[in-house]
């Protein structure tokens, strides 16, 4: 990256940083109890059920879908060189195999890791636990799971 594009590209990187960190709060979506409400659907017919979650999804997806829409008319990005794409845009075994335990690991505890990050500021009982256990998983999927050339070679092959 060249030097004339380091200061403002570490400037909007902390800026949403920020804004990320603090819509968390704000939206809640530290607090496992409502994560856990969200997630249970079984709770709909009893009234239990917290859709308020459901807006944080739908507000990611229309600046998504804005900020898309604004780069693909661009050829680069204003803070970078290039634009990084996604390296695997196909769904596979390993997406769908990966989200299931990413779904798991989110339903049994009702924390994402972006909050789990976020809660260090706070450092409630037990999230010691859950990152040791995060990292311990994220170590172990490297593993078993080839990255980069790697599973490119692998995915061609």
Known sequence: MAASLRLPYLVTAAVSGALFGAGLYVSQMVDPLKVLRFLDFTAIPDGGWDPSLAFVIVAAIGVMFIAVRIGRGRSAPLFDAQFHEPEFKRID???????????????????CPGPAISLIAFWP???????????????????????GRDRRLAVAG
């Not at 075994?93 to 049994?108: I, K, T």
């Not at 009982?125 to 990255?147: E, I, K, Q, R």
Request: net charge neutral.
């Open 93 to 111: 075994a390993p997406l769908v195999v990966g989200a299931a335990l990413f779904g798991v690991g989110w339903g049994m505890s009702g924390i």
């Open 125 to 147: 009982s037990n999230l010691l636990l859950y990152l040791v256990a995060l990292f311990l998983g994220s170590w172990a999927g490297a593993l078993v799971m080839p990255s």
